[in-house]
């Protein structure tokens, strides 16, 4: 272990696992997930970008330790979250004669980690499963904490499982090299720890947002925070059936704008529709009284101030209107008895779910934020 490394622990007691967050640590990993999983072999599933860049290193690094390994990799991008893809990652781990007590790694964003964590799900009822998160956003939300899948067509991560990994490697090094526009959309996962419930936090970014972007110690602060965030919350509610649902602040929104713009990420990453859907819960809430106006342009400035898109009409090439977002909103996975479930916002930091919210008060909403110039 480095001296350097930070490691935020999940205690789920058999499941538990540790995050490790430092810089160089794909070039470890095979001592990392040797020691994590004694004598298994390595399904390497990852995407074409990746290939090129990381994946190298992770070979030597496997071969240094004497793990066998082999690879299956994907295109790049949202529509990857797919049964095709799934089928081929499935085939290809099995043909790979990976056997049970083998693991599935996940080296990527976090489709890459969706659906390799599903295939590590399924396959021989059960493999082990390390995510290599190489996104921020991967980072800080979608390899902590046990949620796989796909999509369907009829919404966004609809079929999937949980499925606890056995560790997560944060190397916050590859994050340089991440596109701009795919750092700043990891970014408004990180101002939702903040939005939850640690309004500290949120200051703390609204000041240090610049070092964050920049690579500095700040950064690394930023992702370990965000990763204990989300650990406290799963190790409370590993299912979702209470209060993890309320890491999907801002999510019915961003889901039903992703549904419609048919997971294009030319026109709309992920990320960037949860900064919209993050403004939407703040701006929803003060439409029914919940908070304050001044507490939702808080949270639009603040997003708008790092680069993200904060309003529907902001969507590259958006032709939907209000009934078609909230017929997408009933897809969504928190819809109980066909009833919509919102989280939303008393102040930032102070967010809470709201069940049975009415359709015609969200109908009302959206006409009046797709009005807005």
Same mark, same amino acid.
């Given at each position: 272990?480095?001296?350097?490394?930070?490691?935020?622990?999940?205690?789920?007691?058999?499941?538990?696992?540790?995050?490790?967050?430092?810089?160089?640590?794909?070039?470890?990993?095979?001592?990392?997930?040797?020691?994590?999983?004694?004598?298994?072999?390595?399904?390497?599933?990852?995407?074409?970008?990746?290939?090129?860049?990381?994946?190298?290193?992770?070979?030597?690094?496997?071969?240094?330790?004497?793990?066998?390994?082999?690879?299956?990799?994907?295109?790049?991008?949202?529509?990857?979250?797919?049964?095709?893809?799934?089928?081929?990652?499935?085939?290809?781990?099995?043909?790979?004669?990976?056997?049970?007590?083998?693991?599935?790694?996940?080296?990527?964003?976090?489709?890459?980690?969706?659906? $390799?964590?599903? =295939? #590590?799900? @399924? *396959? /021989?009822?059960?493999?082990?499963?390390?995510?290599?998160?190489?996104?921020? !956003?991967?980072?800080?939300?979608?390899?902590?904490?046990?949620?796989?899948?796909?999509?369907?067509?009829?919404?966004?991560?609809?079929?999937?499982?949980?499925?606890?990994?056995?560790?997560?490697?944060?190397?916050?090094?590859?994050?340089?090299?991440?596109?701009?526009?795919?750092?700043?959309?990891?970014?408004?996962?990180?101002?939702?720890?903040?939005?939850?419930?640690?309004?500290?936090?949120?200051?703390?970014?609204?000041?240090?947002?610049?070092?964050?972007?920049?690579?500095?110690?700040?950064?690394?602060?930023?992702?370990?925070?965000?990763? $204990?965030?989300? =650990? #406290?919350? @799963? *190790? /409370?509610?590993?299912?979702?059936?209470?209060?993890?649902?309320?890491?999907? !602040?801002?999510?019915?929104?961003?889901?039903?704008?992703?549904?419609?713009?048919?997971?294009?990420?030319?026109?709309?990453?992920?990320?960037?529709?949860?900064?919209?859907?993050?403004?939407?819960?703040?701006?929803?809430?003060?439409?029914?009284?919940?908070?304050?106006?001044?507490?939702?342009?808080?949270?639009?400035?603040?997003?708008?101030?790092?680069?993200?898109?904060?309003?529907?009409?902001?969507?590259?090439?958006?032709?939907?209107?209000?009934?078609?977002?909230?017929?997408?909103?009933?897809?969504?996975?928190?819809?109980?008895?066909?009833?919509?479930?919102?989280?939303?916002?008393?102040?930032?930091?102070?967010?809470?779910?709201?069940?049975?919210?009415?359709?015609?008060?969200?109908?009302?909403?959206?006409?009046?934020?797709?009005?807005?110039?």
């Amino acid at each position: 272990m480095s001296a350097s490394d930070a490691i935020v622990h999940v205690p789920l007691g058999e499941r538990a696992y540790d995050i490790r967050i430092g810089h160089g640590l794909i070039e470890r990993a095979g001592e990392l997930i040797g020691a994590a999983t004694p004598g298994a072999a390595c399904a390497i599933v990852t995407d074409e970008n990746l290939a090129r860049t990381h994946l190298p290193a992770l070979e030597r690094s496997l071969e240094a330790a004497g793990i066998r390994h082999a690879q299956v990799v994907c295109p790049p991008g949202e529509a990857t979250k797919c049964y095709r893809w799934f089928e081929t990652v499935c085939d290809a781990i099995i043909g790979a004669r990976m056997e049970r007590g083998d693991v599935v790694v996940a080296l990527g964003g976090g489709v890459i980690g969706d659906l $390799a964590g599903f =295939a #590590a799900a @399924v *396959v /021989r009822r059960g493999m082990r499963f390390v995510q290599i998160p190489t996104s921020l !956003l991967a980072q800080v939300d979608s390899s902590v904490g046990g949620k796989t899948g796909i999509n369907s067509p009829h919404g966004k991560n609809l079929v999937g499982a949980f499925h606890q990994p056995s560790l997560v490697l944060a190397d916050v090094g590859v994050l340089d090299t991440l596109p701009e526009r795919e750092f700043r959309a990891g970014y408004a996962e990180v101002a939702k720890y903040g939005l939850i419930d640690d309004p500290a936090f949120f200051a703390w970014l609204e000041e240090n947002h610049r070092g964050v972007f920049a690579g500095g110690p700040e950064r690394a602060h930023a992702i370990q925070t965000s990763c $204990a965030a989300k =650990a #406290a919350v @799963v *190790v /409370r509610d590993e299912t979702e059936q209470g209060d993890r649902a309320l890491l999907n !602040l801002g999510h019915t929104f961003a889901h039903a704008f992703e549904r419609l713009t048919h997971y294009d990420g030319a026109r709309l990453v992920h990320g960037e529709a949860v900064a919209i859907g993050l403004v939407c819960a703040f701006r929803f809430s003060a439409a029914l009284g919940l908070c304050s106006g001044q507490d939702a342009g808080r949270v639009e400035g603040h997003l708008r101030t790092v680069g993200l898109p904060t309003r529907i009409r902001g969507i590259p090439g958006w032709d939907g209107d209000a009934a078609a977002i909230l017929d997408a909103m009933f897809q969504d996975k928190k819809v109980k008895r066909g009833a919509l479930t919102f989280i939303l916002a008393r102040g930032i930091g102070q967010s809470f779910i709201s069940r049975g919210v009415e359709p015609s008060s969200v109908r009302e909403f959206l006409d009046a934020e797709l009005a807005r110039a």
